[in-house]
């Protein structure tokens, strides 16, 4: 896939799959597991080629994914410990190396802001959305960015509004778009129900 740093549209994820590498990183957080899981049972087509997993996630969670010795596999528990160690992975790619990121949209835009700061090549990596449809999303008025949004509609509680959720995503900003709703506007309770 294709990711352009100054294009705002809303970002294609496909369905992780392997691609001839040297390197093959695979990153994950807890809802991307499934995705993660699903890609690790086919066979990785290039069997010389090194494969390392980084997951931000919990231990009880990870249970089933490959611990041998010839893959390496990080765990990590917070974010800051994940992202050091998945820059200096990056910092560490051979030419022909493939990420495959799976998880949250808000996962999918950490990854992808390292891979912009660490000067990654565009389409080195491949992302699958996993999980609920929650979205990250900023109110345009007061800039705050809110993660896990789940409805069309919600609220912003610095503006004291309620928001819709937009299509537009913004990738310098790594969220979806959202925009004032009037209060009298009679779909506002659809929209509070309508799942992303
Ligand atoms: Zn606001």
């Given at each position: 896939m294709t990711i352009g740093i100054d294009s705002s549209s809303k970002p294609a994820y496909g369905t992780l799959a392997w691609r001839p590498a040297r390197q093959h990183v695979v990153v994950s957080d807890e809802a991307g597991l499934v995705a993660i899981e699903r890609l690790l049972a086919?066979?990785?087509p290039t069997g010389s080629g090194?494969?390392?997993i980084?997951?931000?996630?919990?231990?009880?969670?990870?249970?089933?994914?490959?611990?041998?010795?010839?893959?390496?596999?990080?765990?990590?528990?917070?974010?800051a410990g994940f992202s050091g160690a998945l820059s200096a992975?990056?910092?560490?790619?051979?030419?022909?190396?493939?990420?495959y990121v799976a998880g949250s949209e808000s996962f999918l835009s950490l990854v992808r802001r390292l891979a912009r700061d660490r000067g990654l090549a565009e389409d080195v990596m491949l992302a699958e959305r996993a999980g609920a449809g929650a979205r990250r999303a900023q109110c345009v008025h007061c800039k705050t960015v809110y993660e896990g949004?789940?409805?069309?509609?919600?609220?912003?509680?610095r503006c004291g509004v309620t928001l819709v959720v937009r299509d537009h995503y913004s990738r310098r900003i790594g969220a979806y778009q959202a925009v004032v709703l009037h209060p009298s506007d009679p779909n506002i309770s659809a929209l509070r129900q309508e799942a992303l």
């Open positions: 086919t066979p990785c090194s494969m390392c980084h997951v931000l996630g919990r231990e009880s969670r990870t249970g089933f994914l490959p611990k041998a010795p010839e893959t390496g596999f990080e765990l990590h528990a917070d974010e992975r990056m910092d560490a790619l051979p030419a022909a190396a493939r990420l949004i789940a409805h069309r509609a919600f609220d912003c509680p």
